[in-house]
């Protein structure tokens, strides 16, 4: 059974910076599209970026390109965020998500994971 868990989040200034973690355990990382999501206060969850198997494809919703960059490190089985020049807006818990079946293609929706971490909370602050 495929585990994963975020570590990284915290309180920062607005133009600051994070870098969120997610390490995989119990199943084969390397063939696994991976997501990031994140959920503000009173709204539903979003999807933020998508990375494939191989890390040679990726994708990123408008709001955040040009700030947050996606990797992966399939040797250590964990996949990260960077996120630079954060926002208030950007306030949210973090989670991160696997897709366990397909090609390990990049997917954007919600409904493609099958695998979910607990969530990181990022605060930025004014």
């Known amino acids: 059974q495929v585990q994963l868990i975020e570590s990284g989040g915290g309180l920062v200034q607005a133009g600051g910076s994070l870098r969120l973690s997610c390490a995989a355990s119990?199943?084969?990382?390397?063939?696994?599209?991976m997501g990031w999501f994140r959920q503000a206060p009173g709204k539903e969850r979003e999807f933020v970026t998508t990375i494939s198997r191989g890390g040679v494809s990726i994708y990123f919703i408008d709001s955040v390109k040009g700030r947050f960059t996606v990797s992966r490190d399939n040797a250590k089985n964990t996949v990260y965020l960077q996120m630079n020049s954060l926002k208030l807006e950007d306030t949210a818990v973090y989670y991160c998500a696997a897709r366990t079946q397909g090609t390990g293609g990049i997917v954007l929706g919600e409904s493609d994971y099958d695998t979910w971490g607990q969530g990181t909370q990022v605060t930025v602050s004014s």
């Open positions: 119990g199943g084969t990382f390397s063939r696994y599209a």
